[in-house]
């Protein structure tokens, strides 16, 4: 099973993909976690990375590009993969089409999370973010169990330097301009579905599973 998570910020990909990845056994790539370990290990791509992500900016193209090319040619990828953050823009759509096709490999569903702003902006300001061990949470609808600690491996929660009500603003007008073209692009290739992100996590992972259940 080949997967894309195609959506906004905050509308809560991220929460899902793992246990997507898990009850397919399927690889799950992360570029926003995999830029934010760049960042915290001060390589030369989180260097590259960090400006861009801090202003709300996209990374540009051949950074991440070069990253996922990495990713989907490791043997982990070979049984398949979810993709949660990437393609962004054309350019990296037509790449990761380009990428496949070499590898005689295709898309199985594109999953387009759908959640109005306001809700949107609630789950951004909210969310904590565990530093060690990625695990998050949000403040009101997913608190941990012990304020501003994580429940798995008791670390500070972070806010992430992103989640500044300014950066949000900044991350949904990106993502109108760059990012929003592909909800047509993949529309035309017949394996986009639409998903109501509202709810629970229970009730989206409930709607999602539904709707993979059929690739
Ligand atoms: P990235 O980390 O990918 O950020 P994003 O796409 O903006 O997505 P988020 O992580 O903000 O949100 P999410 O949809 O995963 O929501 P989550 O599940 O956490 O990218 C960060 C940056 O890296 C980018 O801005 C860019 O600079 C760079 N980058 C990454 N990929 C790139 C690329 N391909 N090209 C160029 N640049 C790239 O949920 C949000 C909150 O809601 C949490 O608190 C969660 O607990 C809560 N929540 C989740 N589900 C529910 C629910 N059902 N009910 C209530 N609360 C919920």
């Given at each position: 099973?080949?997967?894309?998570?195609?959506?906004?910020?905050?509308v809560g990909k991220?929460?899902?993909?793992?246990?997507?990845?898990?009850?397919?056994?399927?690889?799950?790539?992360?570029?926003?976690?995999?830029?934010?370990?760049?960042?915290?290990?001060?390589?030369?791509?989180?260097?590259?990375?960090?400006?861009?992500?801090?202003?709300?900016?996209?990374?540009?193209?051949?950074?991440?590009?070069?990253?996922?090319?990495?990713?989907?040619?490791?043997?982990?990828?070979?049984?398949?993969?979810?993709?949660?953050?990437?393609?962004?823009?054309?350019?990296?759509?037509?790449?990761?089409?380009?990428?496949?096709?070499?590898?005689?490999?295709?898309?199985?569903?594109?999953?387009?999370?759908?959640?109005?702003?306001?809700?949107?902006?609630?789950?951004?300001?909210?969310?904590?973010?565990?530093?060690?061990?990625?695990?998050?949470?949000?403040?009101?609808?997913?608190?941990?169990?012990?304020?501003?600690?994580?429940?798995?491996?008791?670390?500070?929660?972070?806010?992430?330097?992103?989640?500044?009500?300014?950066?949000?603003?900044?991350?949904?007008?990106?993502?109108?301009?760059?990012?929003?073209?592909?909800?047509?692009?993949?529309?035309?290739?017949?394996?986009?579905?639409?998903?109501?992100?509202?709810?629970?996590?229970?009730?989206?992972?409930?709607?999602?599973?539904?709707?993979?259940s059929g690739s």
């Amino acid at each position: 099973m080949r997967i894309i998570f195609l959506g906004p910020p905050g509308v809560g990909k991220g929460t899902q993909a793992d246990v997507i990845a898990t009850r397919f056994a399927i690889a799950k790539i992360s570029t926003g976690d995999l830029l934010r370990d760049g960042v915290a290990n001060g390589t030369s791509l989180g260097l590259k990375a960090k400006q861009y992500m801090d202003s709300g900016g996209l990374v540009p193209d051949e950074v991440v590009i070069g990253l996922i090319e990495e990713k989907l040619t490791a043997p982990e990828s070979q049984s398949g993969f979810l993709l949660d953050g990437f393609p962004r823009t054309v350019a990296q759509a037509n790449t990761l089409s380009e990428i496949l096709k070499t590898k005689n490999q295709s898309l199985d569903k594109v999953v387009y999370f759908v959640l109005p702003k306001e809700e949107i902006v609630r789950r951004l300001s909210g969310r904590r973010s565990c530093p060690k061990c990625r695990a998050v949470f949000h403040i009101e609808s997913i608190p941990p169990k012990k304020a501003d600690v994580c429940d798995f491996c008791c670390t500070a929660l972070v806010q992430r330097s992103d989640d500044q009500p300014e950066t949000i603003q900044a991350r949904l007008s990106v993502y109108e301009e760059q990012t929003a073209p592909l909800i047509e692009y993949y529309r035309g290739t017949n394996i986009l579905c639409e998903l109501d992100g509202s709810g629970t996590v229970t009730d989206v992972q409930e709607r999602l599973l539904a709707a993979l259940s059929g690739s």
